[in-house]
């Protein structure tokens, strides 16, 4: 089956209120090309789920997200995400907070169609007050040990970014970690794999040992090509991070008419070449 | 006390202590969020605890890491350690953690999340990140670069680090990880060896006072008798950071000499 689509075809899916998981870590590896599909588009109220980098602000910006359920919003060489931090700070968005575990624990939760998985991660911490739907349960063996109950985290829609990747959905990361990628895609009803490069399947071996391989079709609705689709997150070994890029953009959360320039430059435009472009001119 | 010794700065007698943090811990992850605790943990991983294990920062355990000030040689692999496996190790219990903290009261309730209410913080600040499942699966010890009675408070704004008083609630089970056991500052260095685990001054950086410490101090602190002095460096210890872990000067920046 061939699985190749559009970040067009692929975000005109989303309804208003639905919730997506978006791969990834930090500013690493994002589904970028995606998330900025989704500023173009009307969809608005999302839910998103995510160990939160740049999309996070940029979606806060536009006010795409009712609700961000998440372990952190760093850009990494910039400890906080600062236009996160404005949208916090003007209470702007629902902020389900967990620790950082927790989050993986609902994301596997989900991927295994389990409702919870018990974990110590959360208790005698202010998670549980922030998030009061969260309850504990009691192990049934002679231990009797109260245990935080990580509910499942149901994910509609799953976005993620690999490096290499076939028309069927097969996918492979070249980087230094998988961070959670499978288990958004096993999570979700509906995912899609934007890859920097679609190739035939034999060819996927010469790129990068077996253990890269993490991805099968059966994870993958819809494959796309996004050549520097990360940008300006870090996709190695094709490209690290845009740090100019990123710094000017984290620059322009303390300053409104930057702000506007930056959104006329890279975020108005009609389509992802178009931003392309505009980066390639910098 | 030899010259070299008596040079020593405040941020170096800060890092000697957050090395001591980690004296005994043997074959452990030793995890750092700071200047001086990155050069203490290098600092005792260099010295008196070889076997301690340390990352790149990213996903794998190398066997001598980076200078805090950026890429100096090339890293010899021991493991990979991806965020999910980080989790694992973590979970099991195999760490210690020295977490900055922005608020921190008198039972070692931690606070790096946000001052204010959760739900519209005067100021977002780090977030949970990792501090619930960390304090409450392993050893964890805070830093504070700049004590004051704004940052040592009575009660913090948001719990993000299992504190004692919370921790003693919890099924001992649950809590067989549950350690936290110092918290270093730029004036002093503090434990919870007391009956009710509440902090206790363990000893004063030279050239802090007492007085000095519990004006920083926004609750009652443990004093008992006369507080000892914080160690001062070795020679070998003090040319190890400034020659081969902060060759850049990078703790000047986060702990100012006083004048």
């Known amino acids: 089956m061939d699985k190749r689509t559009t970040e067009r075809e692929a975000v005109s899916e989303l309804r208003d209120g639905m919730t997506i ?64 931090r404005k949208a916090r700070q003007a209470g702007a968005i629902k902020a389900a907070e967990l620790d950082e575990g927790m989050l993986q624990w609902g994301l596997l939760a989900a991927s295994h169609r389990l409702p919870f998985l018990p974990t110590r991660s959360g208790l005698g911490s202010d998670v549980l007050e922030i998030n009061p739907d969260i309850k504990l349960v009691k192990s049934p063996y002679d231990d009797a040990e109260e245990l935080v109950a990580m509910p499942a985290i149901e994910l509609d829609v799953a976005f993620i970014h690999m490096n290499r990747g076939d028309a069927r959905g097969n996918g492979q990361y070249l980087g230094p970690d998988p961070y959670f990628d499978d288990m958004y895609c096993r999570a979700a009803k509906r995912r899609f794999m934007t890859v ?87 | 006390m030899s010259d070299a010794t008596r040079s020593a700065t405040r941020g170096e007698i800060c890092a000697i202590a957050c090395a001591d943090a980690f004296r005994g811990n043997g074959e452990i992850l030793a995890s750092c969020f700071g200047t001086a605790p990155a050069i203490g943990a290098r ?51 195999n760490r210690h953690v020295i977490m900055a903290a922005s608020q921190i009261d008198r039972f070692g309730n931690h606070n790096f999340a946000c001052i204010g209410e959760h739900s519209k913080p005067k100021a977002q600040l780090l977030g949970m990140r990792g501090a619930p499942g960390n304090t409450i699966s392993h050893t964890t010890s805070y830093w504070v670069a700049n ?38 500052s730029n004036l002093a260095v503090y434990d919870f ?67």
């Open chain 1, 21 to 84: 998981g978006i791969g990834g870590w930090g500013s690493r590896r994002k589904p970028m090309s995606i998330v900025r599909e989704i500023l173009r588009s009307s969809v608005k109220d999302l839910t998103v789920v995510t160990y939160g980098g740049p999309e996070v602000g940029l979606l806060c910006n536009a006010g795409k997200i009712d609700k961000l359920i998440y372990g952190f919003v760093s850009l990494d060489s910039i400890a906080l995400e600062p236009h996160f």
């Open chain 1, 196 to 282: 920097e490069k679609i190739m035939p399947t034999a060819d996927m071996a010469g790129e990068g040992p077996l253990q890269t391989r993490i991805i099968n079709r059966t994870m993958v609705d819809g494959v796309i090509e996004a050549p520097n689709g990360a940008h300006f997150t870090e996709c190695p070994p094709d490209y690290g991070r845009d740090e100019a890029f990123q710094k000017e953009y984290a620059a322009t959360a303390k300053d409104e008419d930057a702000w506007l320039e930056f959104k006329k430059t890279y975020l108005d435009l009609e389509s992802e070449a178009e931003y392309q472009e505009a980066v390639a001119k910098r």
């Open chain 2, 147 to 184: 004590q004051t009675a704004k940052v040592f408070v009575p009660k913090v704004d948001v719990v993000s680090g299992v504190g004692n008083d919370r921790a003693a609630k919890l099924n001992p089970a649950s809590t067989r990880g549950h350690d936290v056991r110092f918290v270093i």
């Open chain 2, 43 to 93: 600092l005792a991983k260099a010295t008196f605890e070889p076997d301690l294990l340390m990352t790149d920062g990213v996903c794998t355990v190398v066997e001598e890491p980076n200078p805090v000030s950026g890429p100096g040689h090339d890293l010899v692999v021991e493991a990979w350690l991806p965020f999910r496996a980080i989790f694992d190790h973590l979970w099991n219990g």
């Open chain 2, 193 to 259: 060896q007391t009956p009710d685990r509440s902090m206790r001054l363990k000893s004063v950086h030279p050239g802090v006072s007492v007085d000095q410490v519990i004006e920083n101090t926004g609750f009652e602190l443990t004093i008992e008798g006369d507080v000892p002095e914080t160690r001062m460096p070795t020679a070998e210890e003090l040319s190890l950071i400034r020659d081969k872990i902060d060759p850049k000067g990078f703790l000047g920046r986060e702990v100012p000499n006083p004048e």
